[in-house]
């Protein structure tokens, strides 16, 4: 094998150990951002979502994902092992990690871990690996005249993870206490495992977007360059813009929404950090830094469904912003012979293209989510009693606190 | 003997903690309470204002000779006195006997507080 | 004045002071303590089952007039009661005196508490 | 019935704890309070003393029965003293009424402690 | 110097500083699991241990352990300083520095902090170096005729620790009012910084393990990508398990015992990482993640030595193992020319060569730390008083309690 | 592009993603040396230190400190976007960044968020990037007939940010309570944040420091290489050896100093990491040790300048001692053809550079912070109510505890 080719490996797989990294920055944000009591529980989630995903990838999903051309599904072939692709193998398994984990952070404070179990094997076994497939591994959202663009996973994988987070935060319902005649504010326990959790997380995109290159050879290296510098400054421009939102709005700039403010960058930025300008990035983090600020507020206090880390606005919405706004910001021919986005002349080719992909693989994840949800809602049951939720999951579904 | 209990803002815990060094009451015991009363501080989390009436407060227990009572109660008065809403209360009831642990003495006279 | 001390569980706290709310009794303090008694929660760790017989609970404690004693008391154990074993006690006491520390008033007039 | 408070040192509680267990008093409450008294502490921060005064205890609480105060003081004295200054105070009073909150019976014969 | 000699120095270097940074993951681990008023005495030893084994390694310990051919010791030359291979001396010192925080953990809570000191000198200036001398370092164990084989280290590092923390748990004895008649839990006080850690590591050994191929270029990099697999693939396994066997047994899963067994199934294929298959890897942490909860239980409640964080299990039974299943699950040829696992038809030679390993090694690490501790207790006092212990070591080894 | 010049972005880039990950470590130490109440608000301003440089310095910073090749300034040109030149952005994107978040810490729990804002603003985009260009963008100090040295930034980074939080310090005054005749321990709440947020930065340091050789192909690898020797030596020697101070001077081994201890070691170092020999390293980390402890208890109760981090003597004052030593310790011809420290015949000729850039870069950035200080509490007010800062900024400047 040539430099060049080792060096690619070399930086496919860096970049998913950062990408692995992020694991920790999900299991800190969402146990910063829900009480003590459950503090436990929801680790213990984020935890097995990994672990679950780790051999679910490797034993079926990557070759759903990736094993064939066909327009809807790879192959079924059970656990991959192809000497050669293994680099491969795991910066999809800690892509494919992620979608799972963001719907823990929504359904926290309430869900039954075994029933929880069953959801992250099927989301991470049959759901994302479908969608995914459709625009990654060959399927017919990437072979469409105008091919749809999700260069890092805006929709593949944060949107699936937002929308099936919606269906199942809907499908379970809020947090005792959450919504009483008016909405109440149910503080998270510790800012700072929050705040920690966000750094983690920043720093995982770093392997998430400019990983995505799957190379660094040749001229990807300033590909990569020019990725990490999109992906970073639509997250500070996300987490300023938020903070000053907050502060506008409510007197006061508010830190654990101006954390979401930076995630939500990173998300809108995931699409288009290889298409886009740096200006273009900064004002893609900048809107959704707007947007996640209302869209949070619009799911909690409008449509009453109660998400304690805000997952379903960040991931979800910000995700589709930001994989529609490839179609507005993307360069001339950046995403192929003579497509531009908007902005730059090329009309809304682009911009039908990646509404068509939002929206089927959104429904794609919300339906099969809301399906699974109320599947396992009328067998397993989907929530802990009302005593458990009272005294808390973590002594109830694990017999121990985590805080001693 | 007499009971004495304060409830005072944590803020004015080093004032107080002086005001009664002064009257040679080194010896006392507090721990943390919640305060339900009319003094609000208004918190506010992710855009939702959430307008609560319970406020971290330092409950002082002093036991006292009777003698004494009087002057322990004005000094934790001033010294815990801001004049704003929320500078809480003081209560006093009887305590019938005391005893020192280590060498099993009982009586106010082993009471430090003299 | 009596000073009603409840030992009540921590998760039937937001329904006491709703209970006590009704009753105009919006002036009191609470803190956290830990019970021995029968009520047992089994606790596990690394395999080993520590059954604990000590339980968080929540000491409620408010100072009211004589005559609101028996109202104040009846709130608190409706609100209290589930009727499994671990209910909780409550505890009646006399106080001699009170004092509001903003004004340096005293007397049972001034408790907010009617 | 009387209230006994206990003010001792933390890590005599477990002994104290044993010896009232074995008077068959096996119920009572408990939190962390923070004495302030003469029993002094050394800590030091990045090369500065701040040599304090302020000794984290823990406050016993139990209500018996008249005939039971003595030998449960007795059994706290002896389980908390070692002797060596620090070793804190028990102090007595009165409690007029108790409620078995989950059945609502009242009076000492309610105390599980006999 | 030419682009493959560059990339591989490139690589060893980023898997170094990840195998350092697995100094914070035990760190948070050891800290997360004992009491809070010992927490910043188990944090001070860990730190210690590094700062004392980077100076320690650089002064004699690499050159004990690399420095000549000797069957049983390298040589002894003074303050390491050879252009060329600086990158070399990095990645064994944080190696080394492993060794010896694996100890702290199992004596947590209870241990002088000077004679801790004086312990973590010897460990990793001596013990360590020389043990590993006769594995990595060309000594006798390397030149057997089918040669021992720990590719990364399940029984040079881990295993070393993990027998040395034997020695030194049972020499000092448990803490106050672990047994009294019966077998009491003492729970850790911050499940968080638990599994934080463990989060740490888990990311760590992707430098620890792939790293040790000590090269990227060329085929390497097809081996270091199915390296990160197969770790990946055992720890993942490892933690299903051994949640799976903490709900059988307990009733509920047990989040303390679900981190040890993400890292039992690291440990465990530490030794393997390069010579089996996925799926080998795969059963390999499968069956650590059941031995360790058996093997947790056995230490704490039938040989009563007191284990607070479960490292003489984790690291000294699962390294034990996972060196022996090398001998049973080692592809054909994959240790050298007509070396198979006892699976592959391989015959039991090489599962002697690793008993061999095992045996030895063990014996020389445990033997070792046992007259080590014995002679500290016996002149310094290896116990702080028990008013220390009640009391919390922070504030009187330190001064001062690590929470305000 | 051929190998050599991708696998040197590649370092670039991975550099700088462990420096951005520096960010989390300041913001952890300063965090867990401070008090509970005023910790959300710590945390937000390193976040926005982060995100306010990110785009400060790619609007206008870059350009000031690399634009040009005149002797105080380079250029002044908007937005940079210059293909083939991104990695370079990112990596001083991340260094500048620091510069800031060190003044946060020791102006900790009194200042004004809205005022700490502006000063953020223009110390990133103005004070930084002008000394910058002085030293490492073709300005004065490196165009002297013996330049000025400093390899990764101990006074372009550290004692800019260093001196600038004594201005700040000073300014602002004291912390309620802490000299009252006699001077205060006001201890922080949580060491175990603060190791954590020591380790990262001793893992961002990797970054910090070898990635400043800005290429690893070639002769650079073992450069490279040798820098990560040295950085870790000096650090675990000023770790150990302020552990040792501060046991004979206060009768027990200091937690919180020792932390401190290691992060000296590593500021020293610094400047003369790819100059000195790995002993060399070890010695100014060691001196580095002894200088932390003596001059935070002289900024403490000397100069009654209250700093609750440190960060003055670890920065500024630690920072100009290793530039300085860089006099003495620089290998012979290391620097420059014909020039080597005093210890290696080479005269005291670079010893006079290296304190003509410390004197003048540390007046700039001294006299720069005073004024804007002065000017920022003239005008906004430097300082947050004596209410405010009894009852914690979290609570007052963000409306919510961190903590709940
Ligand atoms: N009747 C009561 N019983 C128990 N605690 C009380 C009672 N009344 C007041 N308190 C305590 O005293 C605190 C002071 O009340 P606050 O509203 O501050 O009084 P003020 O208006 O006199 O300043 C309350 O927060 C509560 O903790
Ligand atoms: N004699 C006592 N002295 C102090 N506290 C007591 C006493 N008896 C009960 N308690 C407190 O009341 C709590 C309630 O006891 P519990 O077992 O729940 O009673 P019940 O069986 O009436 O429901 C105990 O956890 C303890 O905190
Ligand atoms: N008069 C008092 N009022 C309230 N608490 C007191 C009083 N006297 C002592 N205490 C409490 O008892 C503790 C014991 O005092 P200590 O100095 O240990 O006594 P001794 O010298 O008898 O051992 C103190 O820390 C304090 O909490």
């Known amino acids: ?50 672990a679950l995903g780790s051999l679910l990838f490797w034993i079926v999903g990557y070759s759903i994902m990736y094993g064939g051309e066909g327009a809807f599904f790879g192959a079924f072939d059970l656990f991959y092992n192809v000497e050669g692709d293994m680099h491969n193998l795991f910066f999809q398994t800690v892509f494919a990690a992620t979608a799972a984990t963001i719907v823990s952070g929504a359904m926290a404070e309430r869900t039954k871990f075994s029933t929880y179990l069953v959801f992250s094997v099927v989301i991470t076994a049959v759901i994302y690996p479908i969608s995914g497939h459709w625009v990654w591994g060959g399927g017919w959202l990437s072979t469409m005249e105008t091919p749809f663009h999700d260069f890092a996973g805006s929709t593949v994988v944060h949107s699936v993870g937002g929308w099936a987070a919606l269906a199942g935060a809907w499908t379970i319902g809020p947090r005792l206490g959450k919504y009483n005649g008016k909405t109440n504010a149910i503080p998270g326990h510790n800012m700072v495992l929050g705040a920690l ?193 009272r005294e808390g999951l973590d002594i109830h579904e694990h017999g121990q606190s985590s805080y001693n | 003997m007499k009971k004495i209990e304060a409830i005072i803002r944590l803020t004015q815990y080093e004032s107080v903690k002086k005001a009664l060094e002064e009257q040679d009451i080194t010896f006392f015991s507090y721990f943390d309470v919640r305060g339900v009363g009319t003094a609000r501080e208004g918190h506010l989390y992710r855009g939702t204002v959430y307008d609560t009436s319970i406020i971290e407060r330092r409950l002082i227990s002093i036991i006292v000779r009777d003698e004494n009572l009087e002057k322990t109660v004005q000094a934790l008065m001033s010294a815990a006195r801001t004049g704003e809403i929320g500078d809480g209360r003081i209560f006093v009831s009887t305590v019938e006997e005391t005893y020192r642990i280590r060498t099993g003495e009982s009586g106010p006279e082993t009471l430090y507080i003299k």
């Open chain 1, 197 to 389: 959790g966000v750094f983690i997380l920043w720093l995982g995109w770093f392997g998430f977007n400019p990983g995505s290159q799957l190379a660094i050879s040749g001229d990807n290296a300033n590909a990569v360059a020019g990725i990490v510098i999109t992906t970073n400054l639509a997250a500070a421009a996300g987490a300023l813009v938020t903070m000053f939102v907050t502060w506008f709005r409510y007197g006061k700039p508010d830190l654990s929404m101006t954390l979401n403010g930076a995630l939500a960058g990173l998300v809108a930025i995931t699409a288009g950090c290889a298409v886009v300008s740096p200006g273009g990035a900064a004002i893609i983090g900048a809107v959704a830094g707007v947007l996640v600020v209302f869209s949070i507020e619009f799911i909690d206090k409008k449509l009453k469904v109660d998400d304690p880390v805000g997952a379903i606005s960040v991931h979800g919405v910000c995700g589709a912003f930001g994989t529609l706004m490839v179609g507005f910001f993307a360069l001339p021919d950046a995403i192929g012979e003579g497509i531009s986005g908007v902005f730059y002349g090329g009309g809304f080719s682009s911009v039908i293209s990646q509404l068509i992909g939002i929206v089927s693989v959104g429904a794609w994840a919300f339906v099969g989510g809301l399906i699974l949800f109320q599947v396992l809602k009328a067998t397993m049951g989907l929530r802990v009693s009302e005593q458990e939720e």
């Open chain 1, 1 to 50: 094998m040539d430099a060049n080719s080792a060096l690619d490996i070399l930086w496919i797989l860096i970049a998913g150990i950062l990408v692995f990294f992020m694991q920790a920055g999900f299991a800190l944000v969402e146990a910063g951002f829900t009480r003590a009591k459950n503090v436990g529980n929801i680790i213990m989630k984020n935890f097995m979502d990994f």
